[in-house]
């Protein structure tokens, strides 16, 4: 079992920045692709990023390329999300996901990862 819990997140102001964390405290997280993935109030959850088991991949959602960076420890069995240039719009609840569907580098969907956290709330004040 794959069990992660996020932590780092708050209330930022506009252009601020965030670090999340995502640990596990069961099974090593070296075999998974891991993502960040966001919900928004009355919105459905949407990939933010991805990072392959190597961590030489990395996919972004349009929306934050250039402002946030995916990278992951697999020693400390511990992936981030730095988050730059933060806006309003970027306010949800921040999950991470661990998956191991197929052969692929990285997943984007959300039924492609099979153990998820409990979320950590990122509120970007105007």
């Known amino acids: 079992q794959v069990q992660l819990v996020e932590s780092g997140g708050g209330l930022v102001q506009a252009g601020g920045s965030l670090r999340l964390s995502c640990a596990s405290s069961?099974?090593?997280?070296?075999?998974?692709?891991m993502g960040w993935f966001r919900q928004a109030p009355g919105k459905e959850r949407e990939v933010v990023a991805a990072i392959s088991r190597s961590g030489v991949t990395t996919y972004y959602a349009d929306s934050v390329k250039g402002r946030f960076t995916i990278s992951r420890d697999n020693a400390k069995n511990t992936v981030y999300l730095q988050m730059n240039s933060l806006k309003p719009e970027d306010t949800a609840v921040y999950y991470c996901?661990?998956?191991?569907?197929?052969?692929?580098?990285?997943?984007?969907?959300?039924?492609?990862?099979?153990?998820w956290g409990q979320g950590t709330q990122v509120t970007v004040s105007s």
């Open positions: 069961g099974r090593t997280i070296s075999s998974y692709a």
């Open positions: 996901a661990a998956g191991w569907i197929n052969s692929a580098p990285l997943y984007t969907k959300t039924y492609e990862y099979s153990y």
